[in-house]
């Protein structure tokens, strides 16, 4: 018994065990880091993310997320999680590393001070999107999206990104990747124990739902 519970441990990926989703901790020294951010050396360091992400942080490509006008609060804490590998990605994961904590804070800054830019999008099924944002769905126990991103979609502090003027692809992308768990850097797998309870096409219609929100 002993030797078959040691093979299934040693069988086991790593990621399985204790790992915490983020190593990034709220405390008030850590906010006021990131409040401190210096927005004109960010930009001067954007020019190195302008290529997929634009260079007002307006993505040029529907598979990149925009970062114009997000929490710096939320971006900063993206950035140490692809450092730390809490959140996989090839292509993030070496460009945070090449970053330091002051330089992860300025980024932050800059983009987070540049104005989100709508861009529309053909809606599917806009009645059952707004439904789950406004109502959530009590059998399957999914509180409405609102309640944390608000009700403009422009999330809150610290940690709960904006969605309005999000790429669709993108936000049903990373929603797909918190439902099958690639995507796991949630504290307290908030959106984890969300996506598992929606479908793949309740997520392409909040994907387009929460693009089409004006800023
Ligand atoms: C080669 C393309 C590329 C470059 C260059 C790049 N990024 Fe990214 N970035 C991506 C991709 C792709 C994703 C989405 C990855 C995923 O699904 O986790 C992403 C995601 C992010 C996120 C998470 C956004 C969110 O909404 O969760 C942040 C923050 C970010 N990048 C910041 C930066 C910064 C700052 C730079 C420059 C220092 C940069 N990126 C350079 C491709 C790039
Ligand atoms: C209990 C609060 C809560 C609720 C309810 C909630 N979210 Fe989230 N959501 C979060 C948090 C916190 C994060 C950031 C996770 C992290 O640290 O990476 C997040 C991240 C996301 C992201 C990733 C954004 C990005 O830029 O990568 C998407 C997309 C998202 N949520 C969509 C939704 C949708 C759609 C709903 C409703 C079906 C929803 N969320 C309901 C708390 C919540």
Same mark, same amino acid.
């Given at each position: 018994?002993?030797?078959?519970?040691?093979?299934?441990?040693? /069988?086991?990926?790593?990621?399985?065990?204790?790992?915490?989703?983020?190593?990034?901790?709220? /405390?008030?020294?850590?906010?006021?880091?990131?409040?401190?951010?210096?927005?004109?050396?960010?930009?001067?360091?954007?020019?190195?993310?302008?290529?997929?992400?634009?260079?007002?942080?307006?993505?040029?490509?529907?598979?990149?997320?925009?970062?114009?006008?997000?929490?710096?609060?939320?971006?900063?804490?993206?950035?140490?999680?692809?450092?730390?590998?809490?959140?996989?990605?090839?292509?993030?994961?070496?460009?945070?590393?090449?970053?330091?904590?002051?330089?992860?804070?300025?980024?932050?800054?800059?983009?987070?001070?540049?104005?989100?830019?709508?861009?529309?999008?053909?809606?599917?099924?806009?009645?059952?999107?707004?439904?789950?944002?406004?109502?959530?769905?009590?059998?399957?126990?999914?509180?409405?999206?609102?309640?944390?991103?608000?009700?403009?979609?422009k999330g809150q502090a610290m940690d709960i990104p904006a969605l309005?003027?999000?790429?669709?692809?993108?936000?049903?992308?990373?929603?797909? /990747?918190?439902?099958?768990? /690639?995507?796991?850097?949630?504290?307290?797998?908030?959106?984890?124990?969300?996506?598992?309870?929606?479908?793949?096409q309740e997520i392409d219609e909040l994907g387009f739902y929460y693009?089409?929100?004006?800023?």
């Amino acid at each position: 018994m002993k030797k078959l519970i040691i093979g299934i441990l040693l /069988t086991l990926p790593a990621s399985v065990f204790a790992q915490p989703s983020s190593q990034v901790a709220w /405390t008030p020294e850590q906010l006021n880091f990131v409040k401190n951010g210096n927005p004109s050396k960010g930009q001067e360091l954007a020019k190195a993310c302008a290529g997929c992400h634009g260079d007002k942080g307006i993505s040029p490509s529907p598979t990149y997320p925009s970062l114009a006008g997000q929490l710096p609060t939320y971006l900063y804490k993206q950035l140490q999680d692809y450092k730390n590998g809490n959140r996989a990605d090839p292509m993030m994961g070496p460009v945070a590393q090449g970053l330091s904590e002051q330089e992860a804070a300025d980024l932050a800054a800059w983009f987070g001070s540049q104005p989100a830019v709508f861009q529309s999008a053909s809606l599917m099924n806009y009645e059952q999107a707004e439904n789950l944002v406004k109502n959530g769905n009590r059998e399957r126990t999914l509180p409405p999206c609102e309640v944390c991103h608000g009700k403009d979609g422009k999330g809150q502090a610290m940690d709960i990104p904006a969605l309005s003027g999000q790429n669709a692809a993108y936000i049903s992308y990373t929603l797909k /990747t918190f439902k099958n768990g /690639t995507r796991r850097n949630d504290i307290y797998s908030r959106m984890r124990l969300i996506a598992e309870s929606l479908t793949d096409q309740e997520i392409d219609e909040l994907g387009f739902y929460y693009q089409n929100i004006k800023n």
